[in-house]
C-alpha cells in the first residue's frame, strides 16, 4: 500500500487535503459552499476545452476556474447571489458539454475528472500541486484578519475600509487556485466533499477559529488516509469513500452539538418549563423560538470571554443576566429583566446592578440599546448576521415585536450606496397598534 | 412559406419523430420548472435544486446499474435526498448550506460508486456521458406518459398550495403567523422541486438540470415584480429556450467542426444564460437613470415599482 505509485498519491491527496482543511474553513464560514461547488464543477470544462486545444488541462483548468469565479462575484454583485451562481456554473458545464461533443476520445476521461483518479497520480504532478497549494495557505494567512472580519461583520469590516466585494472576489479567486490544483488530480468531487464535510464538522466541535482550522485539516486528513486506503483494499472509487466520510464526519459533528446543547443550560434551568414570553415570540418560526440554539450558547460563552478579557469581575448576577439574555431573541427593558430574573431564574438582582450590568455590556459592544420611542431604553443581545432584525412597537400596550424582512435589508443596502454617508448600522422601528389592540379599538 | 423558413429549419425539422417527442417534452418540462423555479429563486434554494440535479446522477446511475429506466432513478433518488436534506434542516437559513452540500457530497459519492461499477460490469463509458449531459432527442416514447404524469403531479401539488406557499417564501415569519404551516409546505414545495429536477434531468441531463430551473425563474423575476406574471413569463422563457434549443440543435448536424450536431443541452443553457442577462438590462437602465437623477439634487423619492 506504501510501494512506487501509491507514495504519489498519498502525497499529492495530504496536500490537497490540508488546503481544503484552511480554505474550506472560511467557505463555509461565509457560506459560499455553492460557488466551492460551482468552481471546482464549472471548471471541468476548462479541462475538456485544453485537450481540444491542445494546452496543458492545468491551463485550461485555471482559465476557467478563474473565469467562473469572477462571473460569480460579478453577477452575484446585483442580483441574487445563488442564481448568479447556479447560471456560471451551467453555462460553464454546457460549454463542457459542447467541447465534449467535439472531441471524441476524450469521453472516458470525464469520469476521472468528475470522480477523482487519486490513484493514477504520477511524480511529475506533485510540484505543480505543492506550489499552487503554497500560494492558496499563503494567500488565507496574508488575508487571516480582513477575511475573518468581513466574513463574520461585514459591516463592521466596512466600516474599517476593508471592501466586502473586494474580499468576496479574493476569496472566490484563492478558491479558483484551489481548484485549479485539486481538480486535475483528484476530481471536482473530493475537493468539494474536503471543503464542506470537513471544516462543517470542525465547526460543531468548537467556536474558537484558530483551533476549529487546526480541526478541519486534522479531518480531512484523516478522511483521505482512510478513503485511499480503502479504495485500495477495494477497488471502488475514492470520491465514493471521501463523500461518505465527510458526511459522516459532519453527521458525528451535529450529534456532538446536539449533546452539548442539550446537557449544557439545561442542568441549571429549573424544572418549571418556561412561560412563553408573551407574545413576542409570535413573529417567529415555531421551531425558531423553542428553547435555544447554538448561536445562543455562543452569545453566552463570547460574552463571558470578552468580560473576564476585559478584566470584569464574575458575579452571579451577571451570569444569571447573561443566561436570560442569551435565551432572549428581542429587547428587554431593566425592568423587564429584572421581573424576568425574579420569576424565572428565582434570583432577585437589584435594578440599580442590573443597569451596572447592562453598561458594562454595552461597553464591550455585547449588548445594545433599542430607541423605541418608550419611556425606557430597551438592551438586546448583538446578534450576528444572519439574525438581524428591527422593532414593531405597538404605542397602545407597549408590546415590542421582533421582524426581519430580506427585501427591506436589501432596499438599505442599496440606499446606503446612493447616499453621501458611510453606513455601519441601521436601526428600524415602526410604530402602530398590534392586532390585539387594533381590534379592541 | 418552407422554401422561405429553409435556413431556419432544416429539412426534415418538421417530419422527425424524434423532433416531435422533443418539441412536446421540452416544452412540458420547461413549463413546470419554469413555474417551480420561481419559488426556488424566491426562497433562495437554488443550491438545493442544483443538489437534486447532481443527486439525479447517483439516481440515475444506480437505475442504470440495476437495468430500470433513468427517470424512476431520477425520481426516487431526488425523493430521498429531499428527505434527507428536510431532516438535517434544510428549511432554516443558518446551515441550510452546510445541509445540502454535505447531502450533495455524499449523493455524488454514491453516483461515482454506481457508475463505476456499471462500466466495470459492462466495459462502457457511454453511460457516464449520457445520464450528465443528457439529450432531448433521446427521450423514447415509453417515458412519455410517465413524464407527462409527473409534470401533471407537480404542477398539480404547486398549484394546491400556491398561496400559502408564495406568502411563506417572501416571508415566513408572517407566514406562520397567519397559521401557515410552513414547515409542511416547505417540505411538499422540496418533493416539487425534486420531482421537477428529475424532469429536467431527464432532458437536458443531471448536471445542467439547474439551468431550466433557476434560469428562467431569475430573468422573470428581474422583469417583473407581480407572481402570477412572473410564472408565465418563466414559463415562456423556459420553453422559448427550449424549442429554440431544439431547432438550433437540428440544425447544427450541418455545422463544423464534426457532422454529428452539436449538443442540443448546450444550446438551451446558453439560451437560458443569455435570457438572464439580457433580462438585467431594464434594471440598469433604471439604476443609471436614477443614478443621474440623484446627481443633481432632488428630493428623496420612494422607489417607484414599474
Known sequence: ?441 | MSHFLAPIFAPGFFQSEAVHIALAVGALVALVTGVVGVFTVVRGQSFAGEAFGDLGTAGGSGAYLVGVGTLWGFVLGNVIAAGAMEAIGVQRARGRDLATGTVLGAGIGLAALFLYLYTSEHSTTGATVTILFGSVFAISSTTIPLIVLLGALVLAIVLTIYRPLLLSSVNAEIASARGIPVRLIGALYLLALALAAALAAITIGTILSTALIVGPAASALRLTRRPLTALLSAACIGVGAMWLGIVLAYDSYRWPPVDQGWPVSFFVVTLVFVAYLLSGLPEAKRARRAQRRSAAPAPARPASPS
Not at chain 1, 510540484?127 to 463592521?156: D, H, K, Q
Not at chain 1, 468531487?189 to 477559529?209: E, K, V, Y
Not at chain 1, 413573529?283 to 455562543?298: G, I, V
Not at chain 1, 470571554?305 to 432572549?328: D, I, N, V
Open chain 1, 1 to 441: 500500500m506504501f510501494s512506487g505509485f501509491m507514495v504519489n498519491a498519498w502525497e499529492v491527496a495530504s496536500i490537497v487535503a490540508v488546503v481544503a482543511g484552511i480554505v474550506g474553513f472560511f467557505t463555509v464560514m461565509r457560506g459560499s459552499a455553492f460557488a466551492a461547488h460551482a468552481i471546482p464543477n464549472g471548471s471541468f470544462a476548462g479541462a475538456a476545452g485544453a485537450g481540444l486545444v491542445g494546452v496543458s488541462t492545468l491551463v485550461g483548468l485555471g482559465v476557467f476556474s478563474l473565469g467562473g469565479a469572477l462571473t460569480i462575484g460579478l453577477l452575484g454583485r446585483r442580483g441574487r447571489h445563488d442564481v448568479a451562481t447556479a447560471l456560471a456554473l451551467v453555462a460553464m458545464l454546457a460549454l463542457g458539454a459542447l467541447f465534449l461533443s467535439f472531441s471524441v476520445e476524450y469521453a472516458p476521461e470525464v469520469y476521472s475528472l468528475l470522480f477523482g483518479e487519486v490513484l493514477g497520480i504520477s511524480p511529475n504532478e506533485i510540484a505543480p500541486t505543492a506550489i499552487l497549494g503554497a500560494l492558496c495557505i499563503v494567500a488565507t494567512a496574508v488575508l487571516y484578519r480582513p477575511l475573518m472580519l468581513s466574513s463574520l461583520l461585514p459591516e463592521v469590516g466596512e466600516a474599517r475600509g476593508i471592501s466586502s466585494f473586494r474580499m468576496e472576489m479574493l476569496f472566490l479567486a484563492i478558491l479558483a487556485l484551489a481548484t485549479t490544483m485539486t481538480v486535475p488530480v483528484v476530481g471536482t468531487l473530493l475537493i468539494f466533499s474536503l471543503m464542506i464535510g470537513a471544516p462543517a464538522a470542525a465547526r460543531s466541535f468548537t467556536d474558537r477559529p484558530l483551533v476549529a482550522m487546526a480541526l478541519s485539516v486534522a479531518i480531512a486528513l484523516l478522511a483521505v488516509w482512510s478513503a485511499i486506503a480503502a479504495s485500495y483494499e477495494t477497488n471502488y472509487p475514492v470520491g465514493f469513500f471521501v463523500g461518505t466520510i465527510s458526511a459522516g464526519a459532519y453527521a458525528l459533528g451535529r450529534a456532538w452539538a446536539w449533546r452539548r446543547r442539550r446537557r449544557g443550560p439545561a442542568a441549571d434551568r429549573p424544572a418549571s418549563p418556561r412561560e412563553p414570553p408573551r407574545a413576542s415570540a409570535r413573529l417567529y418560526h415555531p421551531h425558531m423560538s423553542d428553547a435555544r440554539t447554538a448561536s445562543d450558547d455562543d452569545w453566552a460563552e463570547r460574552a463571558e470571554r470578552r468580560l473576564a478579557a476585559a478584566g470584569r469581575k464574575r458575579g452571579g448576577a451577571r451570569r444569571a443576566l447573561l443566561e436570560l439574555l442569551a435565551g432572549e431573541r428581542c429587547a428587554l427593558t431593566a425592568v423587564e429583566i429584572e421581573q424576568r430574573l425574579r420569576t424565572h431564574e428565582g434570583r432577585a438582582v437589584s435594578r440599580a446592578s442590573i443597569y451596572r450590568i447592562l453598561d458594562e455590556l454595552e461597553e464591550l459592544a455585547l449588548v445594545q440599546r433599542v430607541e423605541t420611542g418608550q419611556a425606557m431604553v430597551r438592551y438586546e443581545r448583538v446578534c450576528e448576521r444572519e439574525e438581524h432584525h428591527h422593532h414593531l412597537v405597538c404605542d397602545a400596550c407597549g408590546l415590542v415585536m421582533p421582524f426581519s424582512d430580506p427585501g427591506l435589508e436589501r432596499a438599505i443596502t442599496s440606499l446606503s450606496e446612493r447616499v453621501p454617508l458611510t453606513v455601519s448600522e441601521h436601526e428600524i422601528v415602526l410604530h402602530g397598534a398590534c392586532r390585539d389592540c387594533a381590534a379592541a379599538a
